[in-house]
């Protein structure tokens, strides 16, 4: 079992302009003094993203700590116009990871390049052979047009992987 003293995601909306701190941790809640320490060294072991999964809803059930993903997709089907907007969350698991790490996942438009929203937050980990489930609530995301949106995973902005979804227009309905 992973020893993780803590994992802070901070979901800063770019476009909105709207700011969400998560507090995750595999222990419970995150004691104050270790979100308050001074710098830490980062880690030079690069972890690995075993998976990236996006879905309605990423829950770790109390009881036995297992993760349960509702509404896993890849796809967005699009009815009205756009722009709009969709919560989603994101899961992701990463193993071979040992000491410190700021992390980042971005929320991309890929024909554009542009980064739409962001979450950055840290990853201790003392056990490189156990793997660790992470995972975030987004609110609503911007999709601003049909097309191609990744979520970019970063270690110590080392890239370690990506997922997408894509977002298409609802069909019209016909011959009515």
């Not at 020893?3 to 302009?17: H, P």
């Not at 001074?38 to 309605?56: E, I, M, Q, R």
């Not at 554009?112 to 052979?129: F, I, M, P």
Request: aromatic residues 8%.
């Amino acid at each position: 079992m992973p020893l993780l003293t803590g994992l802070i995601f901070s979901a800063l909306l770019l476009a909105s302009l709207s700011n969400i701190l998560r507090n995750f941790s595999r222990h419970g809640v995150i004691e104050e003094k270790e979100m308050t320490q001074g710098k830490k060294t980062l880690s030079n072991v690069v972890p690995v993203l075993v998976a990236a999964l996006v879905c309605d809803v990423a829950v770790a059930d109390p009881g036995t700590g297992k993760k349960n993903l509702i509404g896993i997709f890849d796809r967005i089907n699009v009815g009205g116009k756009f722009p709009t907007k969709h919560s989603m969350s994101l899961y992701m698991k990463v193993t071979d990871a040992e000491g410190y790490y700021e992390t980042e996942v971005r929320y991309v438009q890929v024909s554009s390049g542009k980064v739409l929203a962001q979450a950055k937050g840290e990853l201790q980990s003392t056990d490189r052979l156990a793997s660790a489930d992470l995972y975030i609530q987004f609110p609503p995301l911007l999709i601003p047009e049909a097309g191609r949106y990744e979520f970019q995973v970063w270690a110590n902005s080392i890239f370690l992987g990506a997922t997408f979804i894509d977002a298409i227009p609802r069909p019209e309905p016909k011959g009515v």
